[in-house]
């Protein structure tokens, strides 16, 4: 990993308590993973560890479950590649909410996320999470008609605020793909361990 290229991703790796084996209980489904690699760009791929390589050389099955830290290094990758030449800090948030609703429009998840209403989706966000993510929570902490408090529970390291960032992108493609006009999600009380997502919609 070329630190001067890729910093963020080179102090998260460095930060790691025990490198690319970090979190062995923290996974995703292979279809997050999948709809990852298709937009990755193969001209850095030389730059992924090789954890994070092997995912894209031979792609999980879709309901297969994945270390989530090889995949957090390929996602800080991608931001940071997207970053440097597109010249948007928030090119990557704007991905993972478009990938984010293909992959939660598909006919896997579909019936989970593609609900009646944004406050009938956040009523049961902890069944859903648990659908794409373990060694990880998210639980409801109150909601209204138009606005929810959530939070999110994890080891300490295992996600920076880029990372979370990103989450807070897949929830608001949630929200709308649930009917949710002009939503927001936004990070507060940001912890070692936890992190706090205020939702909106209309």
Not at 108 to 127: A, H, N, Q, T
Not at 171 to 199: I, P, Q, Y
Request: proline share 6%.
């Amino acid at each position: 990993m070329n630190p001067t290229l890729f910093p963020e991703t080179s102090a998260y790796i460095a930060a790691l308590p025990d490198g690319m084996d970090s979190f062995a209980q923290c996974e995703v489904k292979g279809s997050v993973v999948r709809q990852l690699i298709d937009g990755f760009d193969r001209s850095i791929l030389h730059e992924l560890p090789e954890a994070s390589r092997a995912l894209i050389e031979a792609p999980p099955p879709v309901s297969a479950w994945v270390r989530e830290v090889p995949v957090n290094v390929m996602l800080l990758v991608t931001g940071e590649h997207l970053v440097r030449t597109t010249g948007r800090r928030d090119a990557m948030n704007e991905r993972a909410y478009e990938a984010s609703k293909q992959l939660l429009s598909t006919p896997l998840y579909k019936i989970l996320f593609l609900v009646v209403s944004p406050e009938r989706l956040v009523s049961g966000v902890d069944r859903r999470w648990n659908a794409l993510r373990r060694g990880t929570r998210l639980e409801l902490l109150s909601h209204s008609p138009h606005s929810a408090h959530l939070r999110a529970h994890m080891p300490e390291g295992l996600y920076t605020r880029g990372l979370l960032e990103l989450r807070a992108s897949s929830m608001r493609a949630a929200l709308d793909c649930a009917g949710g006009r002009r939503s927001k999600v936004t990070l507060d009380a940001l912890t070692k361990s936890a992190v706090d997502f205020m939702c909106s919609w209309e």
